[in-house]
């Protein structure tokens, strides 16, 4: 089994900031990726961003300049940094990893926290 855990969501204003936490733990032999993913009521799953191990990231369009991914490998966690949010941030965000265990690479999931961003 491998468990993600967020936490660090919440309510805030337009321009504030907020910082996403996510631990994996359980049963695997190494995390390839770690990132996150949001949903907005009636939305799809939108990707948000990603670090691979050896350090490169990736980030949504909606998101470059203004979200900040980043790992402790050491303590298997995900951090998101948020700043400058604005209302259509307001999501579901969820943290995921890509995982092997059992000579088998797959991607997990965490239930996700609610971001809202609001006057």
């Known amino acids: 089994q491998v468990q993600l855990v967020e936490s660090g969501g919440g309510l805030v204003q337009p321009g504030g900031s907020l910082r996403l936490s996510c631990v994996v733990s359980?049963?695997?032999?190494?995390?390839?990726?770690m990132g996150w993913y949001r949903q907005a009521p009636g939305n799809q799953r939108e990707f948000v961003a990603v670090?691979?191990?050896?350090?490169?990231?990736n980030y949504g369009d909606s998101v470059k300049d203004r979200f900040a991914v980043s790992r402790d490998y050491a303590k298997n966690t995900v951090y998101l940094q948020l700043d400058n949010l604005k209302p259509e941030d307001t999501a579901v965000y969820f943290c995921?990893?890509?995982?092997?265990?059992?000579?088998?690479?797959?991607?997990?999931w965490g239930q996700g926290i609610q971001v809202t961003v609001s006057a």
């Open positions: 359980g049963s695997f032999d190494r995390i390839a990726a």
């Open positions: 670090q691979v191990s050896g350090g490169a990231t």
């Open positions: 995921y990893c890509n995982a092997r265990r059992n000579r088998k690479l797959a991607d997990y």
